[in-house]
């Protein structure tokens, strides 16, 4: 079955505490992106990547940093988490572009 | 910049009668505008997309989008609703310069029995 997957789905974790949230995705897109979601703010980008390699800041980076070594994963990485980085973080991808993407079924995130 | 905008939070509507869901948009050029809906605890899913043809788009889950491009608006319909329609729908549009989508805020239906 064609998906994205996002890995955990639900963390709770402390101000500081290093962590790393997974997405891969099986249909060999060239595109994936992260985008967090907040009431009332709709979906914002993190950082995206056209390709192997190649990555690039989206609307919201601050706290945040990606690596793309390969084609089907796309890790986040939040090296200090802090609370306001507290919410539900979604990974998408798309064949060669950004315009119709799938969606991972999304991590949510508390940092207490 | 390419923006789109969804003026409601919430929209109400009882099952079997229409419903309308309004975006509009501000882009350069032929818009690209989407529609995408997330169910609960569950990721978005697309619904459907204008790229140019027709100005009646329809997509999934018999949903259909009217492209108005004197109103600059992309408004989601469905004739007949159903109480399995209550979500948050995205309205979005892709910011070409930046390669990224760029989504309204979205606007939670809620469709009563």
């Known amino acids: 079955e064609a998906q994205v997957t996002q890995n955990p789905r639900y963390l709770i974790t402390v101000t500081g505490k290093k962590l790393t949230v997974t997405c891969s995705q099986n249909?060999?897109?060239?595109?994936m992106s992260w985008y967090r979601q907040d009431p009332g703010l709709g979906l914002r980008q993190i950082y995206y990547?056209?390709?192997?390699?190649?990555?690039d800041k989206g609307d919201v980076p601050e706290g945040y940093k990606v690596s793309r070594k390969e084609k089907r994963n796309f890790p986040l990485i939040l090296e200090s988490p802090s609370p306001n980085q507290t919410s539900l973080y979604f990974c998408?991808?798309?064949?060669?572009?950004?315009?119709?993407?799938?969606f991972g079924p999304g991590t949510r995130l508390l940092v207490l | 910049a390419q923006s789109v905008a969804q003026p409601e939070d919430q929209v109400n509507v009882a099952e079997g009668n229409p419903l309308t869901v309004k975006c509009t948009y501000s882009?350069?050029?032929?818009?690209?505008l989407f529609w995408y809906v997330q169910y609960p605890n569950r990721g978005l899913q697309f619904l459907l997309k204008?790229?140019?043809?027709?100005?009646l788009v329809k997509g999934s889950y018999g949903f259909e989008a009217e492209f108005n491009k004197s109103q600059t608006s992309f408004h989601l319909k469905k004739p007949s609703a159903l109480v399995s329609d209550s979500a948050l729908y995205f309205c979005?549009?892709?910011?070409?310069?930046?390669?990224?989508?760029?989504f309204g805020s979205g606007t939670r239906l809620q469709v009563q029995p």
């Open positions: 204008y790229i140019t043809g027709d100005n």
């Open positions: 998408a991808s798309s064949p060669n572009n950004p315009k119709t993407q799938y």
């Open positions: 882009v350069s050029g032929n818009p690209y």
């Open positions: 979005a549009a892709p910011d070409t310069g930046r390669r990224a989508l760029t």
């Open positions: 990547s056209m390709n192997v390699e190649v990555t």
């Open positions: 249909m060999n897109h060239e595109y």
